[in-house]
């Protein structure tokens, strides 16, 4: 017996502990899982606790400039940790390792390495080097290599798969084909073994990861739908999404074919950005109003009962009262069921950080912001509550302890989602509700929200 406990602590002594931050997307967080799952193989544990870190990582964002400064506000503050603890290794990844290379080394020179977006899967070898100087590797021309399948993954109903990295759009405001490269697609068979293991491991949802999912394969000569098809063949997998489709490759032989596979969620994301004619052709967007609403009115002939959702930004260099006045009109005909909406962000290096000054006024940009998502509340009020009283099928994903129920038997609240993106929330009892997590149910909304649904158990 005491034995046993020598051993512990002395296994305890050795052990490294790994503290992974993310910022950005949901491409993000499927990377950082990627990484954690080499650095476990070389012994790494994973900590919630920056204090008690050995390593210590940021995944990073350069979409817009908040995210970039956050990350570098916290590699700034991990200096005093490193004065404490000479040994701890310090390390800056992805998007902004990316986009300022050097710049991070020279600026906060405690830092042991700066790996960009296609040198990141390599960590566990830079690990093993124990020099005085720091490593920057921020190429863009190299393939992926050290790319490992998840095996390990915690047992999670849903879970993110990258199929498509990089983007070749060059849209004017983006950074993204700057610090991601080119458009690369995953090979076919390398996601289907990596979705049966998931699936084996209990995972009942996968969401098909891309910046642009719909040219999936067309790098590698292979069609999305091929591998729509494919997984959907994989046993006790219930779901299939994908994120994001940009409109101008959103085509009718697509929805065609995701209307005839199963497991394909009735959602599509479909930023239109901006409803002004003249800002979409600045944005090098590639499509206009009047096509972006022919392409929702097809989608919904196809798939009536289908959830779309997009992505606008408000405040693009010279966007007059009327563009963002175009915008507002252009959710109103189309009526989409959300909207992530940003600031304009003036990104170095993207077309047009070059050629147009960030001209639109903080304030303006907010107030734009504000009366978007007022509009966007309405609207997801109003499709909500027309779902007051009908039945929808729901996939059981967390447990939550709910804190105002009156119920004392039914005092816990499960959260899933309907096929269409919708969260749904439903009051159970303990036993009830650690029985459900990773079914699918088909329950009776009761209340709608302009933000979620509630549903009552049958
Ligand atoms: N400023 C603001 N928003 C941006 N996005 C991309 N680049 C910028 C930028 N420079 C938004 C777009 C995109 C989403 C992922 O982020 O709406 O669809
Ligand atoms: Fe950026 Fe446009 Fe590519 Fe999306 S499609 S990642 S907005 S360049």
Redesign the pocket.
Known sequence: MIEINILKFKMKNFKKYVYIKTFG?QMNVYDSILISEGLLEIGYELTENIETADLILFNTCA??GLAEHKALSELGATKKLKTKKPDLQIGMLGCVAQNLGKKILKSYPFVDFVLGTKEMYKLPTYLNYKTDKARLEVSLDNKIVGYKTKKNLPNSVSVFVTIIRGCSNFCS???VPFVRGKEESRNIDEIFDEVKILVGNGVKEIVLLGQNVNIYGKDINIKLESLLQKLNEIDGLYRIRYF?SHPKDVNEDFIKSIKSIPKICEHIHI?F?SGSNRILKSMNRKYTREEYIEKVNMIRDYIPNIAITT???VGYPTETEKDFVDTLELLKVCKLDNI?S??????AG?LSYKNLEDDISKEIKEKRLEILNNLENEISRQINNSLIGTSQEVLWENLKKTKTTLDIKNNFTIEGRTRTFKKVFANTSIQNAEKSIGKLEVVEIKKATAYSLTAERK
Do not use: W
Not at 342 to 347: A, H, I, L, V
């Open positions: 997307c979409v817009r405001y983006c950074i994001t930023p950005q992505d606008i930004i992530y940003f600031k304009y962000s003036p990104r993207t």
